[in-house]
């Protein structure tokens, strides 16, 4: 099993869509946090997390929050709140 740590931040578009930056890979949660806290600055939205699972078998676990800040998407929103 793997752990990966990813921030994803987003970009409000002129016609108010939100726009994924591209994914920032991080080598551990409070790598991620920090990186987070940082982009939280300039961004609309970001969020940090961590998701575990087997890359062989394609199985991998629900993602894991570590940080979230601003606005994101609605389908990122519903997908949280469930």
Do not use: C, N
């Not at 894991?64 to 519903?78: A, I």
Request: glycine share 8%; net charge negative; charged share 20%.
């Amino acid at each position: 099993m793997i752990t990966y740590f990813v921030v994803q931040s987003f970009t409000l578009g002129s016609r108010g869509a939100y726009i994924a930056d591209d994914p920032v890979p991080a080598t551990g949660a409070e790598h991620a946090r920090r990186l987070a806290e940082r982009l939280a600055a300039s961004k609309v939205g970001v969020i940090a997390f961590s998701r575990s699972g087997d890359p062989a078998t394609g199985e991998f676990e629900d993602a894991t929050v570590l940080f979230m800040s601003g606005d994101l998407p609605t389908d990122m929103q519903e997908e949280l709140a469930a």
